[in-house]
């Protein structure tokens, strides 16, 4: 065989090697990236997406930009997320009712499984809030005057499925009170029914109740945690009050839709991990008063695992659903 004959060859065979390479998962991200956040802005699940977006993009390459889509508790958002494109190029970041909502709702469009987990970013601890001039000083009290009219008080929600919703059930299970579900569009608009004097109570994470604590506007009953928070000393926490089961903490994670190249899911967690181990970063998270987890993708799916197990107990217990 002549040289020239050889060397054609070896073009040949080194052009087909090249086309079978999918071209576009070796060179991803080459465009903008959104972030669907299905809730509205001032919520900690925006907050600690926007907090991250810059470091997301320097790490990507690319733009990274943030897109509000609220409604139904979340779903409209989870559900726009979850019929987009596979592609890298739209991701979503969402708290618990993402694995919440298909749990009350059979027909809600979405599973756990439509998604691919990129990474738990970060939790928030709840706080048990009340208008600052309503008569109950404490949780004990509050709990006493449930009990004393049942189905009287109300709770308001982010909205049914939501995590304030199960939060509220899992209050009524373990009380042994009955309260009445108000639904509402958001965190912040539960915290401004309270507010109003339009609820009596919300289960909300300290992002969205902390500027009202701090104004002396709302009075918080008790803050989910082993310990009291060092910003707020004086707000005892579950477990001191002897409800250890209600420590619970509401998480931010990220996702893609199910079937995304395995390329574009692996850049997109490192891109996750390596923002959050940014000080500047962690800092203002930390402000924002969440905490940094930082777990991966294998490790995300075995939280979810559980969380679906025990809110599906939680929801067959309190017989929610729609």
Sequence with gaps: MSKAKFNFIMFIMAAVLLCAVPQSSAQYPTKTIQIINPFPPGAVTDIVARLM????????????VIVNKAGGGGAVGIQAAKDAAPDGYTILVTPPPIALIPIVNKNSGFTLKDFTPLGLATSSPNTTVVKSDAPWKSLEEFIAEAKKSPGQLTYGSAGPGTTPHFIGELVKLKTGIEM???????????????????????????????SHVEAGTLRALA??????LKDF???????????PELNLKVWVGFFAPAKTPAAAVKRLAAAINE????????????????????????????????????????????????
């Design 53 to 64: 977006a810059p470091k997301l993009s320097a790490s990507l390459g690319q733009q990274v």
């Design 180 to 210: 009445t579900h108000v639904p509402l569009g958001s965190e912040s608009a539960a915290a401004t029914a309270v507010l109003g004097g339009h609820v009596n109570v919300a289960f909300l994470t300290l992002g969205t109740t902390r």
């Design 223 to 228: 803050v989910a945690s082993n310990r009291r």
């Design 233 to 243: 000393p004086n707000i005892p926490t579950t477990v001191e009050k002897g409800h």
């Design 275 to 322: 923002s959050l181990k940014d000080a500047e970063v962690v800092a203002n998270i930390e402000k924002a008063q969440a905490l940094i987890e930082n777990l991966g993708p294998a490790e995300f799916a075995k939280f979810l695992a559980e969380e679906e197990r025990k809110w599906g107990e939680v929801a067959r217990a309190a017989k929610i659903s729609q």
